[in-house]
């Protein structure tokens, strides 16, 4: 049998689990602060809700689960399709369900808190996991970019109470990035592959999109004209709003002055014409947080007015952003950050189990004290104890706690 | 696309996850104060070590996943394996393995906590799940009969703090269950089958067992020595050591003594010669933990000394207790019981975001405040907070709370 975790899985050590349960707490409870309300929703989805969510590349990672029993031998026989669920690979589409299946019960508008796992079937890399943790805000029923300014404001507090360092919010608008590119000379139905190669520019830069956009075949002009724009990023609000149109700009200068009035110099928020986000389902704004620090980016998100539409029927306008809790926790690791939490006492006994239950016991108004059957080596256990974070300890002959730094 | 969770798993509204964070953070802290470390493990397995974890039944319930890409397509040409990876089907087998891939970081003994979702293809049916969560408590690196008592005694006390009402603790011993079967006159190799039928007694009662054993085709002698024994059901302690001798029922008997002297009168404890626990793995003491006034198992758990030994061929002792955590949800639901939280308030705005955040901002150190944009409809939409949980509001024009009971 095999110990380590599967590839894009990861174990956490104690230290590990209580760093994380730290940052679930501290954002859980900011969020809270701000009226969002948790729910939960199962990880794994009819496979297909799953496949016809309007992902994006995501889509090509769901990890499928097989039928069973007769189904399975059935589907065998006739060819048939072999699974029935997958495992969730965000928290919008399971959101976007939970909001129709319930939502004679909720509030509207709907403001709510998820803090789950998801997963991809992401080729095993560097920084890549199978299994990791997101963790969302989102407002559902409401269509005023108050939504996005408050999403933004809510979710850098959280960032800035992690102590996450300095960071940057990014954020821009499909709409206005559509009307670019029509403007630049693109057809309607080419702007998602375009869309495709221009999420790529971080990775390869504006060459390397121009080139592949020459790939596919594009017209010269329309690249020559998108590469003339980004010559001239970042674009301020004000050339933006020249660009497509005061009105289309006006939902995405209110929110940056909005964010900005609020910032209270703890982030920076710009405008980003360049900024995609993969997901196809985003109808509207679109944000990122990056850290000034460290790369990657930290937070994601947008609104997405016609995802709950596709269940119901009837478009129900959304929004969400949601927190890459692990690449945050690479962070705060790499800081040398740690977990919050009581002093750990030991209490060493030898026989009599009760006794020294209600011993240690006394001791818990204080401490977390674990207890442990006196070993044969008492000096190099207690050296192994001090070594694995306790900080101290106490026997049955010698109730005093002992600290092992005095 | 549905609307619905998939058949066997939940959503859960505000109120229920605000009841679910209750309960994990009470279970959790009684369980860190002891001196137990949380872990967390990833909740996908690889498939072979699903597959020969010696599970019992649940080993016919995992939900396997399957490969992609060229793997699948040349699994499905030549015939060959369809899935790489399963969703793990308890905390067990994940804990065992990640022991055996991190002990060179762990304290000896390992004291640990998980609480997490696992999986089981149960065929559909109320009170079944197929997404559930487990929480915890193991002890890896020690043999001493100490460890039940204190994980009985633990998670006796988590349980007496959610207060769900007097239970009783149950406890048996494989070793004294297969001395006894054998005395019976059932041969070695027949244990297995009979621990299958015995485990039904609940369900179908002695006639049923005898029956089920009778239609396995094992001898009338055996099985009407058995019915005799359950006959005499329960034993106390001392019929036990009687029947399975004095040696290889003391440390039952200790562990009873241990838990019963720290119970305070919040619990019982009593040997149960009839309790078998499903799982394949367990190798000695195995414990239940049942209401007395709602049906079903509330927690259950047992020593599995083999399982370890599986990954690294070296055997390691190891006990563990798991709650129940569904179960004990629905009893908390039943009895009407809510989570813990802040009061709620709603702050009423008009259109300056950054002037009605900063003015909500001052009412988050005593409440949870949610903003609103004003509705159309005040009087209706008041109603629905009040009905909706929220204590009060305020307004610009009004900052002063409106609390709904005044």
């Not at 990035?177 to 504006?206: R, W």
């Not at 009837?314 to 977990?339: D, H, K, T, V, W």
Request: charged residues 30%.
């Amino acid at each position: 049998m095999k110990i380590e975790s599967l590839k894009g899985t990861r174990d956490f050590l104690p230290s590990q689990a209580a760093l994380r349960e730290y940052m679930e707490e501290t954002i859980l409870s900011c969020y809270r602060e701000n009226g969002f309300r948790r729910i939960m929703t199962p990880a794994i989805e009819d496979i297909e809700n799953l496949d016809k969510s309007d992902g994006g590349e995501n889509l090509n990672l769901i990890f499928r689960i097989m039928k069973r029993g007769d189904k399975l031998e059935k589907a065998l026989e006739t060819g048939g399709e072999l699974c029935d669920m997958g495992l969730r690979y965000d928290l919008t589409l399971p959101l976007s369900r939970y909001y129709c299946a319930n939502r004679a019960k909720l509030e509207m508008p709907f403001k709510c808190i998820q803090l789950d796992r998801v997963y991809r079937a992401e080729r095993p890399q560097k920084g890549r996991l199978r299994e990791f943790v997101q963790c969302d805000i989102d407002i559902i029923g409401d269509s005023s970019p108050n939504c996005e300014a408050e999403l933004i404001t809510v979710t850098a507090k959280a960032l800035s109470r992690l102590d996450i360092g300095s960071f940057t919010v990014r954020i821009n608008d499909r709409r206005i990035l559509n009307s670019t590119l029509l403007k630049c000379g693109f057809a309607e139905e080419q702007l998602t592959s375009v869309c495709i190669s221009l999420d790529k520019l971080d990775k390869i830069g504006a060459e390397g999109v121009a080139q592949e956009l020459s790939d596919k075949g594009f017209s010269a002009g329309a690249i020559n004209s998108l590469s003339e724009i980004f010559r001239r990023l970042p674009l301020s609000a004000d050339e933006i709003s020249e660009l497509a149109g005061e009105e289309a700009a006006a939902g995405m200068i209110s929110i940056i002055k909005s964010a900005e009035a609020l910032s209270e110099g703890k982030f920076t928020i710009e405008p980003d014409l360049s900024l995609v986000r993969g997901q196809g389902y985003y109808t509207g704004t679109v944000f990122e947080i990056k850290s000034d620090k460290f790369s990657g980016s930290v937070a994601g998100g947008g609104r997405y007015d016609g995802l709950i539409g596709k269940f119901i029927g009837e478009n129900i306008p959304a929004c969400g952003f949601s927190i890459g809790f692990e690449r945050i926790f690479e962070i705060l690791s790499e800081m040398g950050r740690q977990g919050s939490g009581r002093k750990r006492i030991a209490y060493i006994y030898s026989g009599d189990f009760p006794a020294a239950f209600a011993a240690a016991e006394k001791l818990r108004a204080e401490y977390d004290v674990s207890m442990f059957l006196r070993p044969k080596k008492m000096k190099s256990f207690l050296d192994r104890l001090a070594a694995s974070g306790f900080s101290g300890f106490a026997t049955e002959s010698d109730e005093d706690i002992r600290l092992f730094s005095e």
